[in-house]
């Protein structure tokens, strides 16, 4: 057998015919210890037997299998112990030098996104230098690394596989080269090698096959510190994520549903530390009447991977907002765990009520102004029928009553299309720049009369006040409406405030209420503290004929009407109220920058013209167009 080449401690000795023997330390450095647990007259008598026989090596299996058994000791230690992959391998090398000759020798690991190998771990007497990453190419460590089986390739071996063109040169010629893969479970991931280069025959099968069995020990080595530092970077980006994500987020474990992980932004919105949340549940931020139904929840959805979700939270203050969840099930620091992010969709509810709410009254105002004007030409026919029998019939006091109230049935009738009308935006206004500061001081002479000795009314209009365009009239309409309701919510008396102010609104406030258009408005705003109203009754207030008050106190068309001639006058109004508490309508109208209109005495004379004038009856319906049979009786009134 082949001996190895002299290594750290290498003793020399004298066959009987005269020629050196080598006694390697892989040998030499057991025999201490094998003479501790048998006769040290053992290892002596097998080396005379050796040396008189005239061999020129030995070898003893036992001592041989007791050394590598620890320099793989020596090597997994190495691996396990140190963190650092480069002192790892420099420790394994180290330890390889004890058995064999590995002053030569490199890792090569391929970089699969690259197809290059890199070299973390390369020392040699000839070439020096450290390759840069190169491409695996056909060196003998890349023909190893295709094959994925170790080899061992003196020059003859490696003077045919040139001929053969399946490796070619690259660095200085070596005499002896020892390859072997680093193989994990799925792949070859590179190659570690030894060579020498004075001797061809430095190395043999058995040399191969314990490196071999290195080198898998380094391949696992090194595939699971790549894993741990792929897992190590997954868990810096998600906790990068879970750190920097603007919505609240929590990791809860998945049996105890207890707070484990929170994000600053969880922290911020609920309002409760990291130190109360840790010893929170997931219940506790939830309602009592959602409680039951978050354990029924979290039990059907065990480990079924992704879920979303349309829940209420309670904030520390107890507030409660409406949010959407999402939570996945997953691994987390080798326990199971939930991921819950959380975000507010409470303001999202609130503007998807407000498009709904446009859209229902909308639909409404088109449906109203249609009957509306349907109804308003039946009773033209019937104001016009009634006015023509009046002056038909003879002055009986009976008839003259019953006409009379014929009559009064067709104002009120008419009153009510009128209202109708304004709220589906069909009237006819006559707008002029005005400042809203005249109609609210106007009105205010005549309120006090209206609401009683029991209301307080306070008026507080702001200096240079912004002009709108609007009609003078409905102004006072949608004042005296507010009004009404504001003393009718406040039967024990109470105060009502009316208010006038400039307001700017931007693109925060756009964001919130995305129907409004940003810029300047001037804000019309009556309060009381009255008995306030429910969200269910805020949501139907400005509804044609809803009303809250007693049969024949009311037709619910008031509110109707301020909101469809706040709508007409490119305004939109805002009401804020709670049981209780009292309520509070915003009006916002569009502020023009142009000088307020001043009415002029008018020079018209107001005295009906009478002799020559001719009278055209133009109606679009039949039964109007008919009531002109009485023009004749109205020219011999009229002295025509």
């Given at each position: 057998m ?15 015919g ?9 040998a ?30 030995f ?5 041989e ?10 090597i997994?230690h190495?691996l ?11 420790g394994?090398h ?15 690991l ?8 890199s070299?973390?771990f ?6 020096i230098v ?9 060196s003998c460590t890349?023909?190893v ?7 061992l390739?003196?020059?003859?071996e ?27 479970p799925t ?6 090698v030894v060579q ?19 080198g ?62 840790r ?15 978050v ?16 829940w ?7 507030k ?18 939930r ?7 409470s303001e999202?509810h609130i ?10 009254m ?16 039946l ?36 009153g ?14 006559q ?14 002479r005549?309120?006090p009369?209206?609401?009683?000795e ?12 912004g ?14 409406n ?8 406040m ?9 006038t ?24 705003c009556?309060?009381d503290?009255?008995t ?12 044609p004929f ?12 008031g509110l109707?009407?301020?909101y469809g001639?706040?709508?007409q ?17 915003k009006?916002?109208f ?5 000088p307020?209109e ?9 005295e009906?013209?009478r002799?020559?004038e001719?009278i ?14 009485g023009?004749?009786r109205?020219?011999r009134?009229h002295?025509?």
């Amino acid at each position: 057998m082949i001996p190895h080449p002299l290594q750290q401690r290498n003793d020399r000795r004298r066959a009987s015919g005269g020629d050196e023997i080598y006694f390697s330390a892989r040998a030499e450095g057991v025999c201490g210890q094998l003479s501790q647990t048998t006769s040290p007259c053992h290892f002596a008598q097998a080396l005379r037997k050796v040396l008189l026989s005239g061999q020129k090596s030995f070898r003893l299996p036992y001592v041989e299998w007791r050394t590598e058994r620890q320099v793989i000791a020596e090597i997994v230690h190495a691996l396990n112990q140190t963190a650092n992959l480069d002192e790892s391998l420099a420790g394994i090398h180290q330890a390889l030098k004890k058995v064999l000759s590995a002053e030569n020798c490199f890792v090569a690991l391929h970089d699969v996104a690259t197809g290059r190998f890199s070299f973390p771990f390369f020392v040699d007497h000839v070439d020096i230098v450290p390759p840069p990453a190169q491409r695996v190419g056909h060196s003998c460590t890349a023909y190893v690394f295709r094959k994925g089986v170790p080899m061992l390739i003196p020059q003859s071996e490696f003077d045919r596989l040139a001929a053969e063109g399946e490796v070619e040169l690259v660095g200085a010629p070596s005499l002896s080269w020892l390859g072997v893969p680093l193989k994990t479970p799925t792949e070859t991931i590179g190659v570690l090698v030894v060579q020498h280069y004075g001797n061809e025959k430095a190395y043999d099968q058995r040399d191969l096959e314990f490196l071999n069995s290195v080198g898998g020990h380094i391949a696992l080595a090194i595939e699971r510190r790549r894993s741990e530092e792929s897992l190590r970077k997954k868990e810096e980006m998600f906790r990068l994520l879970f750190s920097h994500n603007p919505l609240p987020t929590w990791v809860i474990d998945r049996e105890t549903l207890r707070f484990l992980e929170e994000n600053e932004a969880a922290v911020r919105v609920y309002g409760y530390s990291q130190e109360e949340f840790r010893r929170m549940t997931i219940l506790d931020i939830r309602p009592e009447e959602e409680k039951i139904k978050v354990l029924q929840y979290f039990q059907k959805s065990k480990g079924d991977g992704l879920h979303r979700g349309h829940w209420k939270h309670r904030k520390k203050d107890g507030k409660i907002i409406e949010v959407e969840t999402t939570v996945h099930e997953l691994e987390y620091s080798g326990r199971q765990v939930r991921l819950i992010v959380s975000q507010d969709v409470s303001e999202r509810h609130i503007l998807e009520q407000q498009l709904r709410q446009s859209q229902k009254m909308e639909a409404v105002g088109r449906l109203a102004g249609g009957v509306a004007h349907d109804f308003n030409n039946l009773l033209m026919v019937i104001k016009g029928h009634t006015e023509l029998l009046r002056n038909a019939l003879p002055p009986a006091e009976e008839y003259l009553r019953k006409i009379e109230q014929i009559e009064r049935a067709a104002d009120r009738a008419s009153g009510l299309t009128r209202q109708l009308l304004a709220f589906s935006r069909l009237q006819m206004l006559q707008p002029k720049v005005m400042n809203l500061n005249d109609v609210v001081s106007d009105m205010g002479r005549l309120l006090p009369r209206l609401i009683g000795e029991d209301i307080e009314l306070v008026i507080r209009t702001s200096a240079d006040l912004g002009a709108v365009r609007a009609d003078g009239s409905q102004m006072e309409q949608i004042i005296m409406n507010l009004v009404v309701n504001a003393r009718d919510a406040m039967p024990d008396g109470g105060k009502l405030i009316i208010e006038t102010s400039d307001a700017e609104l931007d693109s925060v406030y756009n964001d919130k209420h995305p129907i409004v258009r940003q810029g300047r408005y001037v804000v019309l705003c009556v309060s009381d503290t009255g008995t306030g109203m429910s969200p269910e009754t805020q949501a139907h207030i400005f509804e044609p004929f809803f009303t809250t008050k007693a049969q024949g106190k009311g037709t619910g068309l008031g509110l109707a009407t301020v909101y469809g001639v706040v709508k007409q006058s490119g305004g939109f109004i805002w009401v804020y109220s709670e049981l209780g508490r009292g309520t509070i309508f915003k009006i916002y109208f569009p502020r023009v920058d142009q000088p307020v209109e001043r009415l002029a005495p008018s020079s018209v004379s107001c005295e009906a013209p009478r002799g020559t004038e001719t009278i055209l009856l133009t109606k679009d319906e039949t039964r109007r167009a008919r009531g002109g049979a009485g023009v004749p009786r109205i020219r011999r009134l009229h002295s025509y």
